[in-house]
């Protein structure tokens, strides 16, 4: 442990104020110690050192003119973390919250959950506190546009593709690829997330919520559990919350809550989802308008939600998936799950428990499956993407569908077995973070001081 203390103590001095980025890091260094115990090479490599420190940090300043001619400033991030195996692959965030902090703690996870998808693809993230929140749509069109003059000098189709996160969806890839191939004068396929008429892959809208189904169907049966006719929580109203619940819905599985950044919606008899998709995919309203369909509905807006956590967390049911951000799972939310019955937690955002509340859900030894292996299908999807680009191929959506499943029961059966091999049965922290690690720590080794 003095190992991993001094490693956390060593970033703090030269990463300051970035405890987002040392709690991701905190999190995989108590997870692999049995590895680096039995294995000595991966410090006499100095793996561990190499691995926190990104390859290249990119910042930048993001000019641009609002709707009344003033001008604006961002700043715009892109963290190419770790290409052991591959072009760096991960998200653009566009929301409030981007800092130095929160990209590099994606750009770390994206490192272990790429590798656990067995693709050729490394670790890296990007974006920027610019919201499209309240924007125009000529003003993300300028912002994009102004984020892409200068970040297409660092990406390319072999060296860095990224993606769309929160904020940034196939319309803002479409702004920002139109800027870099106006730029560069080719068509590549430098970013992912594209639209269906221009190089898109199919299911990739669905990847990331379909992924974090399928993980946790062959997780809760090899727990002889069924999905069919349980009823789940499901966090968050945006993409990955929207396809996690068709995907459930699906499956003959109920979702009963969903949540925004206003308020929580409970319904009993199973959300309708279409109106959800009506008020969030056309028209970006609050889910307190989910009411005028449904008014045996309840709804909880944020200023009732009770103290230290999150309103979705304090209702029964069966399965949990946390799908709208970081640290969106308390202590005492975990407390509330157990205390409910809650028999498995999927995390379909990145990192959304807390550290307090990863160990409730642990010590509970209820199915616990950690976003970076049950999230991994929008990467997953994201390469499929890659690979039909390069191709010039366009697959089917059952092709892809079939390919995602398989990707994500691999994941599967990937952690679960490093976590036995450890000693550690049924602890997917473990296993994800070992599987993953081992792998890119191999492919370091294998390439040399670099």
Not at 65 to 94: H, M, T, W
Not at 168 to 178: A, N
Request: with cysteine.
């Amino acid at each position: 442990m003095t190992y991993m203390h001094d490693t956390i103590e060593q970033l703090k001095q030269t990463s300051p104020a970035q405890s987002e980025f040392y709690q991701a890091v905190e999190e995989v260094l108590e997870s692999i110690e049995p590895l680096l115990e039995s294995n000595p090479r991966y410090r006499e490599h100095a793996i561990i050192e190499r691995l926190v420190e990104p390859e290249r940090q990119i910042m930048f300043r993001v000019p641009w003119l609002d709707d009344n001619g003033k001008i604006q400033v961002n700043k715009g991030y892109r963290i190419e973390f770790n290409s052991a195996l591959g072009p760096y692959k991960g998200g653009l965030r566009f929301h409030k919250s981007v800092n130095g902090s929160i990209v590099k703690f994606l750009g770390f996870e994206q490192i272990f959950k790429n590798a656990l998808t067995g693709l050729s693809i490394g670790g890296g993230k990007g974006g920027s506190n610019f919201d499209p929140k309240g924007k125009s749509q000529q003003e993300i069109m300028r912002f994009c546009q102004s984020f892409m003059t200068e970040l297409y000098r660092h990406i390319g189709p072999t060296t860095d593709v990224p993606a769309g996160d929160i904020g940034v969806g196939t319309r803002e890839i479409g702004y920002l690829f139109g800027q870099y191939k106006r730029i560069v004068n080719r068509f590549d396929g430098v970013l992912t997330g594209k639209g269906s008429l221009w190089g898109g892959s199919e299911v990739r809208t669905q990847a990331t919520g379909y992924g974090a189904v399928y993980f946790a169907k062959y997780m809760m049966e090899d727990r002889d559990f069924e999905i069919k006719g349980k009823r789940c929580l499901v966090s968050g109203s945006g993409n990955v919350a929207i396809y996690t619940m068709e995907k459930l819905i699906e499956l003959g599985a109920i979702p009963v809550a969903c949540s925004d950044s206003s308020g929580t919606i409970y319904h009993k008899d199973g959300i309708d989802l279409d109106t959800v998709k009506e008020l969030k995919e056309a028209g970006s309203e609050r889910l307190e308008k989910y009411l005028e369909k449904h008014s045996k509905a309840e709804y909880t807006p944020r200023d009732d939600y009770p103290d230290n956590g999150e309103k979705i967390w304090r209702y029964a049911a069966d399965l949990a998936f946390p799908c709208a951000t970081q640290n969106e799972v308390s202590k005492e939310d975990a407390e509330a799950l157990v205390e409910n019955g809650c028999k498995g937690v999927v995390e379909g955002a990145n990192m959304p428990c807390t550290a307090a509340a990863a160990d409730i859900l642990l010590e509970s030894r209820i199915a616990y499956a950690p976003g970076k292996a049950s999230n991994a299908g929008g990467v997953a999807t994201s390469q499929l993407e890659m690979a039909q680009n390069a191709s010039m191929q366009r697959w089917t959506f059952e092709e892809v569908d079939e390919k995602l499943k398989t990707i994500m029961c691999h994941i599967y059966q990937a952690s679960r077995d490093a976590a036995e091999e450890f000693g550690e049965k049924n602890n997917l922290v473990v296993g994800a973070n070992i599987a993953g690690f081992r792998r890119v720590a191999d492919a370091m080794i294998q390439q040399g001081v670099v």
